[in-house]
Every structure is written in structure tokens, then in C-alpha cells.
């Protein structure tokens, strides 16, 4: 049973419950066991998905050219999500690429960091899909439509070659590269937020580590 209908089914219930004001309880006497079952199943579709489709960077790679520091990334989309792109549920992923130094005593020292945002709108009718990119940095944002959702869906995952900092004059040191990758959810009925406020606004997050490199004179 997929999430929607769920939300669907709950919301229909609550309106027929009795409503103070803005607020609905959820302990009056009115409500069935048929509805705190319903609930119970909410919250386990809810958790379950989240542990089933978990998605995953496949790929970190960190390479030093000349005086850039450069980043490729590659995530795996897993079906859930690949499915409602079909279904032209609007998505955005943001992608955090962030410099680090390592010290012995200390906690790691952010140096520098990045982030890009991809957005997707699908269009059912006609089979296609636009993408925008933000970058933070260059305060740029590209958009590009594609007629294949494969196509869209690996442009999406993917960020990079990129260079994320110039690495000329920095302090000899260990550094690591650390990505996180995250999608919001979206956004919940009125009456469902307000029933399952404690519920994360994060479809996903995700974060990996590059391996640790020098920089800096030796």
C-alpha cells in the first residue's frame, strides 16, 4: 500500500473527527481501533520505505590537476524515487561537497565547501523532463530538458568534473573530501504534518568520505 493512499485514507478519517478550534486530538474517545491501526501501518510504510530504498554514492573520486582540487560524484537512484519521477512527482537533490583538514588532537577543520542543486520536473503527457543545476559558488543555475528519462536520471545523479578549490599557497596537511547527498520530501497534507510533526523533512541523506590526501608543501 503506497504512502499516498494511506495519507489519503487518514486525512478522510480525521475530518470526520470532532475539531476544536485549529487543533485535532488524537486520544478522543471517538476514534476506532481501526484508525490507530491505520496509523500504525502509516508510521511502518512510512520507516520501511525509507530503509528499502536508501540510496547510495557509488562513486567519490578526488583528483589534483595542475592547482584545482577536482570532485566527480555519482549517486544510485533507487526504484521508489525512479518511480515517482515517472509519475512526474517533482524532485530536488542537493549535493554538499565539502573540503576538510585532519588534525591529530583536534576536530577536522572545514576548509571549503560547495553545493549544488538539481530540481526535475516531469511532464506525463508529453514524456519529458526539465532539469535545473544551482551552483552556490558561481551563482549560476542551467536548465535542460530531456526526452529520455534515463538520460535525465543519470544527468541528475551525477556531478563533475568539478573543481572545488584552487590549492595553490594552502597549509601542508592531511585533507578528505566529504559529499552529502540529500532530498526533501514533500511537502504533506495540512492535517497529516500537523498529526506527524516528528517526522524527518528529509526524504534521504546520505554522506560519504573520500579517502584522506596530502596538499600543501612537503
Not at 536520471?153 to 547527498?181: C, H, Q, W
Amino acid at each position: 500500500m503506497r504512502a499516498s493512499f494511506i495519507w489519503s485514507s487518514l486525512s478522510d478519517t480525521l475530518k470526520n473527527q470532532k475539531k476544536f478550534g485549529t487543533h485535532f486530538y488524537l486520544y478522543n474517545k471517538r476514534f476506532s481501533p481501526a484508525f490507530y491501526c491505520l496509523f500504525g501501518i502509516l508510521l511502518f510504510v512510512l520507516i520501511f520505505s525509507r530503509i528499502i530504498y536508501a540510496q547510495e554514492i557509488n562513486n567519490l573520486d578526488v583528483k589534483i590537476k595542475g592547482e584545482e582540487l577536482i570532485v566527480s560524484i555519482s549517486i544510485i537512484l533507487h526504484e521508489e524515487f525512479i518511480n515517482e519521477v515517472k509519475n512526474g512527482i517533482q524532485k530536488e537533490l542537493i549535493f554538499y561537497i565539502d573540503l576538510f583538514r585532519v588534525w591529530k588532537f583536534w576536530p577536522d577543520e572545514y576548509v571549503y565547501g560547495n553545493s549544488i542543486v538539481r530540481k526535475i520536473v516531469g511532464d506525463v503527457i508529453k514524456g519529458e523532463y526539465i532539469m535545473s543545476s544551482f551552483d552556490r559558488n558561481k551563482k549560476v543555475i542551467i536548465e535542460k530538458k530531456f526526452k529520455s528519462l534515463e538520460s535525465m536520471l543519470k544527468a541528475m545523479a551525477e556531478i563533475g568534473p568539478i573543481s572545488l578549490i584552487n590549492i595553490k599557497g594552502m597549509e601542508s596537511g592531511d585533507y578528505y573530501v566529504r559529499v552529502t547527498v540529500e532530498s526533501r520530501l514533500r511537502k504533506l497534507p495540512p492535517v497529516v504534518g500537523y498529526i506527524l510533526f516528528f517526522i524527518p523533512e528529509k526524504e534521504f541523506s546520505i554522506t560519504k568520505d573520500s579517502p584522506i590526501f596530502r596538499l600543501g608543501s612537503r
